[in-house]
């Protein structure tokens, strides 16, 4: 069966400190897909980034990065400079490839609150 | 490109009654994953349907059911519904396994 861990429940932080939110997962497949989705205050999930178990450069997208480690499962996301409009909740994602193992399984969330 | 559509937008039900949500998959999408989502709960996976057959199936109780039409088009239905059920449903497609999910608003289920 396919986990994911997101230990962080809540997260605060003042505007223009950076924060990590970790995410921890377990599959047997040895091609998976792990993804990051924000879901705002409004409440629609916004898909932030998809990487697949084959590629394990870390990649950066402006203020944010993703840090991809098979080694410990673990796909952590971090924000440079937080901004108030990071408020959000955040999850992390896995699908599998196999079947019976290929939907995708979310962790928890982290709920991070960014102060002025 | 039209997206994920989730009708109704709000539904208000009494114990013991049984509800049917609908969602209509991005065009060209034949994966359609269903979700509930409750405060500090996270996204729960309910049943995945792909091509008219369920994929995949989450750990709920067989008072959760869902169907997929052939063109896609995927409803959920849950029967005897309890206060517990209470919650955001949220429905998402996709091309395939390897590809992101794209989600709909969802329907607020309040169940009194």
């Known amino acids: 069966a396919q986990k994911v861990t997101q230990a962080q429940t809540e997260i605060s932080v003042v505007e223009k400190e950076d924060v990590t939110l970790d995410c921890v997962y377990e599959?047997?497949?040895?091609?998976?897909?792990l993804f990051w989705y924000k879901q705002p205050p409004s409440g629609e999930l916004v898909f932030l980034i998809r990487r697949n178990s084959f590629d394990e450069q870390n990649e950066i997208s402006g203020r944010y990065s993703w840090n991809f480690q098979k080694s410990t499962s673990s796909f952590n996301f971090t924000i440079t400079a937080s901004q108030v409009v990071d408020s959000a909740v955040y999850f992390c994602a896995l699908s599998g490839s196999t079947y019976n193992n290929n939907d995708m399984r979310f962790g928890a969330g982290t709920r991070l609150t960014v102060k002025p | 490109k039209a997206g994920v559509t989730q009708t109704p937008r709000y539904l208000i039900k009494t114990r013991g009654q049984q509800v049917t949500l609908s969602c209509s998959p991005i065009s060209g999408h034949r994966s359609v994953s269903w979700y509930q989502q409750t405060p500090g709960q996270g996204l729960q996976f309910l049943f995945e349907y792909f091509s008219e057959t369920q994929r995949n199936k989450g750990n709920f109780p067989g008072r959760f059911s869902g169907r997929q039409f052939s063109n896609s088009r995927s409803e959920m239905n849950v029967s005897t519904l309890e206060l517990g059920d209470s919650a955001l449903y949220l429905c998402a497609s996709r091309r395939g396994v390897e590809e992101k999910l794209f989600f709909g608003s969802g329907t607020q289920l309040s169940v009194l």
């Open positions: 599959t047997r497949d040895t091609t998976y897909y």
